[in-house]
């Protein structure tokens, strides 16, 4: 297909492309100016389509991919790059799908089977019409951002943070705002980044962070919660990585903010990243709509992950011995790191990854963040994540690594490292 260009040789704009031709001066429009004749329609199904796909890639994601393709030709990988437990489905809740595959896994109720629902109201602490159950995370920040946002609305999105936040709102026609933070808030946000970002409608929170690891402490997360409130900004909470911590449980935001929109998932700690299946804690005020939204564009989540997540509820002593070996993980790859000369990293107290500041091995060689996972791939096997998929602005100089997988893997890893050089 020949590329569009203007007289003067750019990649002309979607006005540009749609302008008005001659024989549509003449079309009839309405009040607002619009032609009704068909190319007026086209132009709105351009425009949608232009910003669908200024949608950037999710890096990790391309990255596992390539890496999945070098493992096909016979490659040798060690996956430090996407953040999935090695761990399978848990025993009970397997042992609970076999015993219902005989059954009709159809259609559940919009908002998730009821004993399920009832599990998660106890465990959030509040009344079961909150709770709907969803196919991941990914859906449950879809309804989030549908329910509490116009096009065109502004909502803070931490940086480094979880790309997908960005990205989703960039699909939606929300502005994601980046708000920069760093070691000297811990890597958390303030009221003075706040400030510092202008008027918001929204802010996503994540705590524990992803790609930081870092964790909200009840000081902090009512700070920046009682400073929303007082702005009128709506809080959406990102709690996939509750119960992956190395610590006392985190803080949960519905203790400081009760009308904050929590968004969890079977994901992480319960081993389930392919099940597609979490929940959402949804203001009093908005189940409606939510549960609405999620009856036409959803239906429902798969039945038979629902019936696998009521089951794992229940198998904390198997989740916990994963956890451990979390925590056994991240002893390894920071020494591991250090011994590869990478030292500069946030403090993961939660969740499984290593975010690192490396410009010796970037910007002081001339490569960003993302030749270098790029050539680490290609030249030793080692498939990590780039930064820019978490930080537009800085993610050049740093890169995260998941310890997610075995132990094994994770030291060998990082012995290749560290005897790579640029």
């Not at 709509?289 to 997540?309: D, F, G, K």
């Not at 946030?346 to 030749?371: K, M, N």
Request: aromatic share 6%; hydrophobic share 45%.
């Amino acid at each position: 297909m020949e590329e569009l260009t203007t007289e003067n040789g750019t990649n002309p704009t979607v006005s540009e492309i749609t302008a008005e031709r001659p024989d549509t001066a003449k079309s009839p429009r309405t009040a607002d100016g619009c032609s009704i004749a068909p190319e007026c329609d086209n132009r709105r199904v351009i425009e949608a389509a232009v910003r669908a796909a200024a949608v950037p890639p999710f890096h990790a994601m391309a990255m596992s991919r390539e890496a999945v393709r070098l493992e096909a030709s016979g490659r040798r990988i060690l996956h430090l790059e996407v953040g999935q437990p090695l761990t399978s489905l848990p025993a009970l809740a397997r042992e609970a799908v076999r015993s219902h595959l005989d059954e009709q896994l159809g259609y559940t109720n919009a908002a998730g089977i009821h004993a399920l629902r009832r599990r998660l109201a106890e465990r959030e602490g509040v009344e079961i019409d909150r709770i709907l159950v969803v196919a991941g995370a990914s859906a449950g920040f879809t309804l989030a951002f549908l329910t509490l946002f116009e096009p065109g609305a502004r909502v803070g999105v931490l940086e480094p943070g979880y790309p997908c936040y960005r990205n989703a709102l960039l699909a939606l026609g929300i502005e994601p705002v980046a708000i920069p933070v760093g070691p000297e808030s811990r890597w958390a946000p303030t009221p003075a980044h706040l400030d510092a970002a202008g008027e918001l409608d929204g802010l996503v929170l994540a705590s524990p962070s992803n790609p930081t690891g870092t964790i909200l402490g009840a000081d902090a997360l009512a700070a920046i919660t009682a400073a929303c409130r007082a702005r009128g900004i709506a809080v959406i909470a990102d709690e996939i990585y509750h119960g992956i911590v190395d610590g006392p449980p985190a803080a949960k935001v519905l203790d400081h903010h009760p009308e904050a929109f929590v968004v969890n998932s079977f994901s992480k700690y319960w081993s389930m990243t392919g099940w597609r299946v979490g929940w959402v804690v949804v203001p009093d005020s908005l189940v409606d709509t939510v549960e609405r939204l999620q009856q036409n564009l959803y239906i429902c989540a798969p039945h038979v992950s629902q019936i696998a997540a009521l089951a794992a509820l229940d198998a904390t002593d198997e989740l916990d011995q994963h956890v451990a070996r979390y925590r056994e993980n991240r002893t390894i790859v920071v020494d591991g790191l250090a011994a590869a000369g990478i030292t500069d990293i946030a403090p993961a107290d939660g969740a499984f990854y290593v975010y690192a500041h490396v410009p010796h091995l970037t910007t002081a060689v001339g490569l960003d963040s993302l030749q270098l996972a790029t050539r680490w791939l290609h030249e030793i096997g080692v498939a990590a994540t780039s930064g820019v998929d978490f930080d537009l602005a800085r993610g050049h100089e740093y890169v995260r690594f998941s310890y997610a997988g075995a132990g094994v893997d994770v030291a060998e890893a990082c012995e290749l490292l560290a005897g790579w050089t640029p």
